[in-house]
């Protein structure tokens, strides 16, 4: 079986400024810290096996951050590629408006918002053409302590 290729991470100046502060802050996602850590190692010329052993990773995920710098550069091993799938329907400040709307006073013969209800808003506002209640019941759900009160 033929070995993998090994690639190599080397970081300028810059680069690993860069990567230090991600790992000192603490203030960035949990898998992009751990890329951090994974890239700050390897630069250092540690062996695989000992990152997996110091980060608890998995050996793939080692071997996949290192050839994502190598050929795609630092940016792309410290981000997650663009997923399928549909976008989303409303950005944040039309999610906060919803919620806001939802909060408010029910529309005249309702006792309270349904989730059709918030849906028809949305379409009603102008944030998308359609919109179906499953997808406010999901936006809510993400807010649960908007609607608490």
Do not use: N
């Amino acid at each position: 079986m033929p070995r993998k290729q090994k690639y190599i991470v080397s970081l300028t100046d810059d680069e690993r400024v860069r990567l230090e502060a991600i790992t000192r802050k603490g203030k960035c996602t949990a898998r992009k810290l751990k890329r951090a850590q994974i890239l700050l190692k390897a630069a250092d010329r540690w062996k695989d096996r000992q990152i997996v052993e110091a980060l608890d990773v998995s050996a793939a995920m080692v071997y996949d951050i290192r050839k994502r710098c190598v050929e795609e550069g630092l940016d792309a091993a410290l981000h997650d590629r663009p997923r399928p799938g549909q976008r989303r329907k409303l950005d944040e400040r039309q999610a906060a408006q919803l919620i806001a709307v939802a909060c408010s006073d029910p529309p005249e013969g309702h006792d309270h918002w349904t989730l059709r209800l918030l849906a028809g808003k949305v379409v009603e506002l102008g944030f998308a053409e359609s919109c179906s209640y499953e997808t406010v019941r999901q936006l809510l759900k993400k807010h649960p302590r908007a609607l608490a009160g």
